[in-house]
């Protein structure tokens, strides 16, 4: 079994800033994209930033600039700094994992449960 552990959320003022971390834990023979998600109430799940295990990454446009992803390899862990808060980026956000728990298993996609960023005044 895989699982992925999120904290870091909370209520914070427009302008400020959350710093988001995520650990994969259990049977991981090796992790690719990791990343994070968010969705809001009656809106889909959205793509907000991943990174490779190369470390290259992939923002949303919504985001450019004002949020950074970044990871530890070697402990499995992904970060999401999250600055200039803007109260549209209020939402849950969900740590994604793509990972092979063996040499010979296919890749699977994990999520985590969840944590509530909101941003208000």
């Known amino acids: 079994q895989v699982q992925l552990v999120e904290s870091g959320g909370g209520l914070v003022q427009p302008g400020g800033s959350l710093r988001l971390s995520c650990a994969a834990s259990g049977s991981i023979f090796r992790a690719n994209v990791m990343g994070w998600y968010r969705q809001s109430p009656g809106k889909q799940r959205e793509l907000v930033a991943i990174?490779?295990?190369?470390?290259?990454?992939n923002y949303a446009d919504s985001v450019k600039g004002r949020f950074t992803v970044s990871r530890d390899n070697a402990r499995t862990m992904v970060w999401l700094q999250m600055d200039s808060l803007k109260p549209e980026d209020t939402a849950v956000y969900y740590c994604?994992?793509?990972?092979?728990?063996?040499?010979?298993?296919?890749?699977?996609?994990?999520w985590g449960q969840g944590t509530q960023v909101t941003v208000s005044a």
């Open positions: 994604k994992a793509d990972v092979r728990i063996s040499s010979a298993s296919n890749w699977s996609a994990h």
């Open positions: 990174i490779t295990s190369g470390g290259t990454t």
